[in-house]
Structures are given as C-alpha cells and as structure tokens.
T-cell receptor, first 113, second 112 residues
Framework: EAQVTQNPRYLITVTGKKLTVTCSQN?????MSWYRQDPGLGLRQIYY???????DKGDVPEGYKVSRKEKRNFPLILESPSPNQTSLYFC????????????FGPGTRLTVT | GEDVEQSLFLSVREGDSSVINCTYT??????LYWYKQEPGAGLQLLTY?????DMKQDQRLTVLLNKKDKHLSLRIADTQTGDSAIYFC????????????FGQGTELSVKP
C-alpha cells in the first residue's frame, strides 16, 4: 500500500530536549516536505527536499533541521524544542511530475512544556 | 509574497449545496488544488484545476476558477454529513507542483 508514515504520532516533551520525528514514504517520490498546522494559520512549510542530499528552507524553518540521506526518509529534528513549537506536524511526498498531488502522513502531535 | 485566503467556517444543512471560496495572489500558479482533511487525519487531494481552465466537474464537486480576480471556489452538491471536514485551498508556485502554499482551511460543518 502506498503510504507516508510518521513516528511518533503523539509526543509530549520538555523544553530543550532534542527530538526527531521520522518520516518515510514507499512510493519512490523525489519531493518530500514538512509542514506544521496551527489553528487559523493553515499549513506552513518548514523544510522541503527535491531529492537526496538536496534540502531547502520553507516559510518557517527556524528551530528545525532536516536531512535527506536516503530517498525514502526525511526526518525532522528539533535540537532544542521550545513551547512555540507545540503543533501538529505533517510530512508529505510527491513525484515531481505529479501536478502537485502531495501524499500526507497521518500527522504527529507535539507538545513542548 | 504569495498568499492564499479562505474563510474559516461554513455551516450548511444536509442536502444543500456548499460553496467554499478562496483567493490567491500568485498569478503564475500552474495548478490550484483543494485538499480535504478529515478529523484526526492528514490531508488528501480532493481535486485540482489547471490554470488555463475555468471549470472542472467531478461527480458532486465543481471547481470554478476566475483568473482575473484570482478567485477559486469549490461547490459540493447535495452535501452529506460525511463531507464535514476542513477544506484547504492551495496554489503551486513552482512549475512541478512541488511547492504549495496553503490557505488557512475552511471548516465545513454539515447539520442533519
């Protein structure tokens, strides 16, 4: 089954404790992206990657890191989480010739206290 | 910069038509999209329209595009309770459809 998986689905952590949210897709997609969803703000892109070893900042990259060492994986790293990073995070992937049909993961709800 | 605007809430009665509106700013967008998010789930592509089209119909869904006014709408005919969800308008700002700008989302509530 074609899918994007994210782990964990729910995470409660404390300020400053490094964490990683994993994202994996099994569709051989070139393009992968991370978004955060906040009430009234819709989805805002954090980072994206056009292919292996190619990453770029989205609209709200501060406080986040990513890597793309393999085509299928695109982890999101929070080196020192802060309460303003409490949010719902989505990973998405698409083929570069897909007319923008992005496949979304189920989301990771992160709470930073 | 690029911006996509939607109203936040819409409430309709079951069986009525729903119209969700969206305005965007980037006139060079190749594609415009409607995504649906059901409670507790990720987004799923509902439909899209190519920028040189005015209208696209797909079963109960009708998408209208007014390029002059940069206005996009989604009409759902015979709205059902299962249509209750958040609907996101999005525009592509690259030629490959990889970089999308999303609106805030419209929460559609369908009352029986």
């Amino acid at each position: 089954e074609a899918q994007v998986t994210q782990n964990p689905r729910y995470l409660i952590t404390v300020t400053g404790k490094k964490l990683t949210v994993t994202c994996s897709q099994n569709m051989n997609h070139e393009y992968m992206s991370w978004y955060r969803q906040d009430p009234g703000l819709g989805l805002r892109q954090i980072y994206y990657s056009m292919n292996v070893e190619v990453t770029d900042k989205g609209d709200v990259p501060e406080g986040y890191k990513v890597s793309r060492k393999e085509k299928r994986n695109f982890p999101l790293i929070l080196e020192s989480p802060s309460p303003n990073q409490t949010s719902l995070y989505f990973c998405a992937s698409s083929s570069l010739d897909s007319r923008g049909e992005q496949y979304f993961g189920p989301g990771t709800r992160l709470t930073v206290t | 910069g690029e911006d996509v605007e939607q109203s936040l809430f819409l409430s309709v009665r079951e069986g009525d038509s729903s119209v969700i509106n969206c305005t965007y700013t980037d006139s060079s967008s190749t594609y415009l999209y409607w995504y649906k998010q059901e409670p507790g789930a990720g987004l799923q592509l509902l439909t899209y329209i190519f920028s040189n089209m005015d209208m696209k119909q797909d079963q109960r869904l009708t998408v209208l595009l007014n390029k002059k006014d940069k206005h996009l709408s989604l009409r759902i005919a015979d709205t059902q309770t299962g249509d209750s969800a958040i609907y996101f308008c999005a525009e592509s700002i690259d030629n490959q459809g990889g970089k999308l700008i999303f609106g805030q989302g419209t929460e559609l509530s369908v009352k029986p």
